[in-house]
Structures are given as structure tokens and as C-alpha cells.
């Protein structure tokens, strides 16, 4: 791998991971557009390694007091507004929600995914997701103009936003965008749903990452340990700067941008594929 192509996909991984505009399709876009070769396992597991250490950094409050706080069923700050969840109540909504991944996301993977590792399919699927990211925003403007925040949520609320989350293992879905809509959909304020996508991303991120490494190492593919190391820190910094982005912007500001963004990407890409690209 070229330095270039090492930094290049780690940025793209460090900014599509928790956005909601597919970091699983991306990296698939990026090697097709710019012809390089696939970067193999272990980099895409080093990254995986990098977006983790992000996500736990910036919600560190959240995972401190929810682990330390378990026993006694203390108070967790989940927002900056001084929003708040007992720790038992919260662990279990990320159990509750990461459950349906684990259940059945190996076999959707393994039936399925192979069939959608193409770049006309990944720009089908970001037409999907803008489309579904408009009905998440109607949804909210109509129904649920203020939403309420994770502190309010129910075991069942978060076992459905894990069961939508599913949906991600098809490279082009974003899993940021669809649990953010499943959580905007049952009533979470954008905000709250984001931050809820993301400490729900925490043990999704954790598990890919583990199976790439095992798939990684059961390969017999030369690894590159300094663009592995490499890959990491900056998909890290990358995606620590655009949760504390994203966050802030939700708080005021709508999902309009990544609407525009999933819907012109993806019809480029299935324009240029059809005219032979």
C-alpha cells in the first residue's frame, strides 16, 4: 500500500464510520475509483481498531460512570444538557441492542454480503439510505417535533434500533444512519438517537473489528504492521473530530446534508457503472 492509499482510506474510514453515509461502502468505492489494490484484512481491522478508540474516548464519561456505576445503579450523564439513565438501565439497552447483530447479522453476512460487494450495488443502497434518511426527517418534523432523550428509552426501544442495525452488514447501508432513523422513529430527539447510535456502534465496532482479525489472521496475506499503525491513529483522530462535529450539528441543524451527499454519490456511481466505468 502507498502512503497515500494508507491515508486516504483511513480518513475515508474515520469520517464515514458515524456519519450516516456507509464507511463499509465507501472504502469499497474508493478502491474502485482510484484503482488500487484491496488493502487487505488486517488494515481494514486496524482501522476498525482506530474508530473504536474514538468512540470510546469521546463518550469516556458515559462508559466510566455505566461500569463503575452498575452496583449501585447510579446516574449516568448521557448528554450535555444534563440528561440522564441509571447504569443498569443503560447497559441493558446496549445489550438489548447489540443482541439482534449477534444473533443474525453472521448469517446475513455470510448469505448475503458477497453479493453486494460491488460498487453499482453500494450506490443502489446510498440512494436507499438517503431515501430512508428523508423519511427519518419527516418522521421527526411531523410526528415527533421535539423528541426525547435516552434517559426516557425502554428495553424494547433498544432492542429494535439493534434489530435495524442489521441491516448494516450490506456494504452502502449506513449502520450510523439506520439506527439513528430507527431511534428518530420511535420518538429520540436527532441528537439523542446519534448518541445512542454511537455507544450502540461501541461493542458493533468491537465485533467486526475481532472477526476482521480472525479472518485476517486465518488469511495467508502479507501484513504491513506500519500501515496497520498508521491506519489506526488516523482513522482515530479522524473520527474522534467527526463525532464532536456531528453531535453539534444535530443539536440545531437537520440530516439535509447527508440526504444530498448518499443521493448524488450514489446516482454517480450507478450512472458511471452503467456507462462502463
Known amino acids: 500500500m502507498s502512503f497515500i492509499q494508507i491515508i486516504v482510506l483511513a480518513v475515508v474510514q474515520g469520517i464515514t464510520e458515524f456519519l ?5 461502502g465507501h472504502l469499497i ?9 484491496d ?24 462508559w466510566i460512570q455505566m461500569a463503575t456505576g452498575l452496583a449501585a445503579n447510579q446516574l449516568v450523564e448521557v448528554d450535555d444538557a444534563g440528561g ?13 441492542g447489540t ?31 438517503a431515501i430512508a434518511l428523508v423519511a427519518g426527517e419527516l418522521f421527526v418534523r411531523k410526528v415527533h417535533k421535539t423528541g426525547y432523550g435516552i434517559g426516557a428509552m425502554k428495553t424494547p426501544q433498544g432492542f429494535t434500533i439493534g434489530l435495524i442495525q442489521t441491516l448494516a452488514v450490506f456494504p452502502g447501508v449506513s449502520r450510523s444512519g439506520v439506527t439513528m432513523i430507527a431511534g428518530m422513529a420511535l420518538g429520540l430527539s436527532r441528537e ?23 479472518d485476517a489472521l486465518d488469511s495467508t496475506e502479507n501484513v504491513d504492521l506500519g500501515a496497520a499503525v498508521l491506519g489506526a491513529i488516523v482513522s ?20 439535509l446534508p447527508f440526504i444530498i451527499y448518499c443521493a448524488v454519490t450514489g446516482g454517480a456511481v450507478v450512472i458511471a457503472r452503467a456507462a462502463g466505468a
Open 99 to 129: 443482541i439482534p447483530l449477534v444473533v443474525f447479522g453472521p448469517f446475513i453476512k455470510d448469505a448475503l454480503e458477497s453479493e453486494f460487494r460491488d460498487p453499482t450495488a453500494v450506490g443502489w443502497l446510498l440512494m436507499g439510505t
Open 39 to 62: 488493502q487487505g484484512l488486517f488494515f481494514d481491522a486496524a482501522v476498525h481498531v482506530g474508530t473504536l478508540a474514538a468512540v470510546l474516548i469521546y463518550f469516556r464519561r458515559e
Open 20 to 24: 450516516p453515509i456507509s464507511s463499509s
Open 236 to 255: 482515530g483522530i479522524t473520527a474522534y473530530f467527526v463525532i464532536a462535529g456531528l453531535l453539534r450539528l444535530l443539536r440545531t441543524g437537520s440530516l
Open 192 to 214: 439523542s438517537a446519534a448518541r445512542f447510535s454511537m455507544l450502540l456502534a461501541t461493542p458493533a465496532i468491537a465485533g467486526a473489528g475481532v472477526l476482521v482479525a480472525m
Open 29 to 37: 468505492l474508493g478502491s474502485w475509483l482510484f484503482n488500487w489494490p
Open 84 to 96: 440522564a439513565i441509571r447504569a443498569r438501565m443503560l447497559a441493558i439497552l446496549i445489550v438489548a
